[in-house]
Structures are given as structure tokens and as C-alpha cells.
DNA sequence: TGTACATCAGTGAACGCGCGTTCACTGATGTAC
DNA sequence: TGTACATCAGTGAACGCGCGTTCACTGATGTAC
């Protein structure tokens, strides 16, 4: 089939992709990447130069698709010809957006949590322009688009209203993901379901029902907080 | 001083909250974890059976308190003679208690980090007794709480509304954790505090600021979404 | 075209290090008579 | 009270394992004349 990749490096990539994301960055071996790879235990070294410099491709890989989609779903926003882009529809791509990117994917459930540790990482340099190149261009891009579909906000205001936004999207990301590696009929997991019934539900449910929550929340919030300003 | 501990359980205990926090599990390692505590480095072996354990025991450690200031604001506000208790002093507690006890103990900043990995953890077991004995009365409390101050909210609105507001107590404890391990000169810290300005505040400030906010924007979106029935 | 050599992707085995854990031990405290 | 023994908290040194990495190597491809 033409889907099997034969280059090495990006069988790597593939493998430790859904590996890392599995298990988190030290509970995954050179050895166990390789074997998943089906490439030589010294092949990681020899195209990455070591392991932490595989993660981090690993991530930039994954978050360049991530703030493309983002970036293009909130174009399609705010060049629709059909109605004009308003508060709702801006904040509304955002939650979906990044729901479906985070969720969807199959291996990515967890990128929230690889991500935490890329920002966290020492190394500084990688820190900062993971930051610059990755997160600022879609807060940015969405920051001025509210700006733009209600000018009465001021900028600090966008600052704390996407901050509530897309601490909401993490955590019910985090919700579904904690969920996912339970077992079924496992005590936790009927706790889970019992106390948030939508966790019951399967996963294109799931993302709709939160899109749905999040944009009507904090939507409510905005109105009241900062109504429109009709001149 | 009496302050100085000589049981070596509790000057290990002391020892691995505060490594534990800085640099997570794997990081740490038994013979830094002796070194801190003033022990042999059998010790851990000796007094926890296990590096896993002690972790596990500082993590209880911890929440216990947590929780247990949680549920003593809550009784506060509901128990208080002077004013009639109202969503807004339910919620406002629930921010305000989850940001101090998260963000105040200095030692603590980031076991909203740790919790998520004690709660992936695969034991099965602790991970059950854990949620039923830590989370579990937390939620219930306040979710009675608003059932209470709100009688025509619906059992699951009130999920989703505690699950929009511990959201966002999470991002924001995570960003204030962020910010306290950068330096002050670098380039990441210039970025996040002109992006989010509250950041620049003594963390005294951060946590009024953060406060006020998830309280106003949270009420603002309850008020709007479900208001209160008038009879 | 044929030959000799250089380059390069990729490999298997081995290395050395740091880890969590173990174990035989010590010295102090408690107990029995 | 004095002695002999048992119990126990705590220890130092050593063990063995798994890890990321290294290195001398192979075999295929490219290049020069």
C-alpha cells in the first residue's frame, strides 16, 4: 500500500508521535521507539541527534498542523460572504477548532500534556520560539479578530475573555482524555460518566455538546460583561 | 528552633513536596530526595516501601488540607448570619479558596501537575480511592451548595457550570506556575506579561485580579443562562 | 564502459552511568528474670 | 539492680538492570578517469 512509509526518519516521527502521547516522554524507551519504528535502536541518535531533539520535532509537527487549521478556520470566519463575522462565530471557530484538532486526531489526545512539557522544558531557546512561532500567531490572529468584531473591547479585556476561553477548551480536553484511558466497566469510569453524563456519549457528541457549552458560556459572559456599543 | 522536624518520615515527606513540585516524579531521584531530607538513602525504601508510595503519600498528604479548606469555606459562606448566601458567594468561594490553596503555599505551585499524573496513574486502586475521597466531596458539596442557592438550576447545568469554572481556576494557577520558573530578564517572561498583564502583579494581587474575574465572568454567564425563577 | 575509490545511510554490539532497591549490619531501646 | 537477650530504627555499601549513547562496521550508491 502506498500509505507505508519506507524513509526511516518519519517512521520515527509516526511511531513516537502516538508513543509519546501514550505515555509521556520518559515512560517511553530509545529502544521501545525503535522496535515500534522498526528501525535500529541507534537510529533515533543517528537522525535526531538524541532523543529530546525527537520529541521536540515530534511537537513542532503536530502544532504546525494545529495552528494552520486554527488560523484557516478563523479566515473562513472573517471572510465569509454569506453573514457578517460576529463575537459568537469568532469565539465559536476557537472552541471547535481546537477541540477537533486536539481530540480528533487519534494519537493526540494527550498533546496537551506533551505541550505542557515542551513550555516547561529548560532549554530556553526552544521555549521561546515554540512560544513565538506556535501560540502568539493564533492568540494574536484571534485577539485582533475580536477586536474587530466588537471595538468597544478593550485589549486587556480579549486578554482575560480568551484566557476563560481557552482554559474551559483544556480542561474538557483533559476531561475526555483522562476518560479514554479508562476501562469501561472500571469503577472510575462510571464515576466519571455519572458525575458528567457527557463523557457517556462518543466523540463527535462529545465535541459538539462542549463546543456548544463553551461558545453559549462564555458568550453570556461577554454580552453581559461587555454589551455591544450601539452608536 | 522547634520548628525543625527529627522523625526522617517527615523530613522526607517535607523534602518531596517541595522537589516533587519543582521537578516532577522522574526527575527526582531517591538519592537527591536523602540529601534534601538529611537521610541515608535506604530510607525511603525503609520508611515508604518505594519511591511510588511516597509520592503518593505527599500527594495525599496535600489534597487532605486542600480539600479540607475547601469544604470549610464553603460552611463559612453557607453557615453565615449576616447575609443570605447566593450563587455568587458560592462561586466566588470555590475560586477564591482553589486559587490560594493552589497558588499560597509555597511550595505547592504546581501540584495541579502532579495530581494529573497520580490521577493517570494505572494502580487502579489509588486512583479510585483517591477521586472518591479527595474530589468527589469537594464537587458534591458545592454542587449542593448551588442547588441550594439556586433551586431552578438542573443537576447537570450544574456540572457544566463547575466544570467552565475549575477550568478556568486550572489555567490560571497553570499560568501564574509558568510564569514564577521563568527569569525575570528573559524573553518568555517579557512576552507572557505584556500578552497578559496580570502576570507583572505580586502574586498577593494576581490571585484578587484572577479572582474577581472568574467570578464576574462565571456569574455573568450563570445569571444570563439560567436565571433565577422569581415566583 | 570498466575499475578504483569516496561518500553516505544505516546497523549491531557494546559501553558506562545513574537509577531504585536490597541486604547484612550497627547501635540504641525495651523486656524478662 | 544487673545481666542476657530480643526488637527495632536506621545505615553504608553493593547489586543489577535499563537507559541513552557511541563506535567500528557494512553494504549500497555516487563520482572520477
Known amino acids: 500500500m502506498s500509505e507505508e512509509k519506507h524513509d526511516p526518519?518519519?517512521?520515527?516521527?509516526?511511531?513516537?508521535?502516538?508513543?509519546?502521547?501514550?505515555?509521556?516522554f520518559d515512560e517511553v524507551s530509545i529502544r521501545e521507539l525503535a522496535a515500534a519504528a522498526d528501525v535500529n535502536v541507534a537510529a533515533v541518535?543517528?537522525?535526531?541527534?538524541?532523543?529530546?531533539?525527537?520529541?521536540?520535532?515530534v511537537i513542532i509537527r503536530r502544532f504546525v498542523v494545529q495552528r494552520d487549521r486554527s488560523l484557516e478556520a478563523l479566515e473562513k470566519v472573517l471572510g465569509s460572504t454569506k453573514e457578517k463575522p460576529n463575537v459568537a462565530s469568532v469565539v465559536r471557530a476557537l472552541v471547535e477548532e481546537n477541540l477537533k484538532g486536539t481530540l480528533s486526531v487519534p494519537t493526540s489526545g494527550s498533546f496537551m500534556t506533551l505541550l505542557a512539557r515542551e513550555m516547561h522544558s529548560q532549554h530556553g531557546h526552544s521555549s521561546t520560539?515554540?512560544?513565538?512561532?506556535?501560540?502568539?500567531?493564533?492568540?494574536?490572529?484571534?485577539?485582533?479578530?475580536?477586536?474587530?468584531?466588537?471595538?468597544?473591547?478593550?485589549?486587556?479585556?480579549?486578554?482575560?475573555?480568551?484566557?476563560?476561553?481557552?482554559?474551559?477548551?483544556?480542561?474538557?480536553?483533559?476531561?475526555?482524555?483522562?476518560?479514554?484511558?479508562?476501562?469501561?466497566?472500571?469503577?472510575d469510569f462510571k464515576i466519571m460518566v455519572q458525575v458528567f453524563p457527557a463523557l457517556g456519549q462518543p466523540l463527535e457528541e462529545y465535541i459538539q455538546l462542549v463546543a456548544d457549552h463553551i461558545t453559549a458560556f462564555s458568550m453570556a459572559a461577554i454580552d453581559s460583561l461587555y454589551p455591544e456599543v450601539v452608536e
Open 9 to 24: 526518519k518519519e517512521k520515527l516521527l509516526d511511531a513516537a508521535e502516538s508513543l509519546f502521547a501514550c505515555k509521556g
Open 129 to 187: 520560539a515554540f512560544f513565538r512561532e506556535m501560540v502568539m500567531p493564533v492568540f494574536q490572529a484571534y485577539s485582533t479578530a475580536l477586536l474587530q468584531v466588537r471595538p468597544s473591547l478593550q485589549q486587556e479585556q480579549i486578554s482575560w475573555i480568551m484566557a476563560s476561553i481557552i482554559g474551559q477548551i483544556h480542561h474538557f480536553v483533559t476531561r475526555w482524555h483522562k476518560k479514554k484511558f479508562l476501562p469501561e466497566d472500571g469503577d
Open 45 to 57: 541518535n543517528y537522525h535526531f541527534q538524541g532523543k529530546e531533539n525527537l520529541f521536540h520535532e
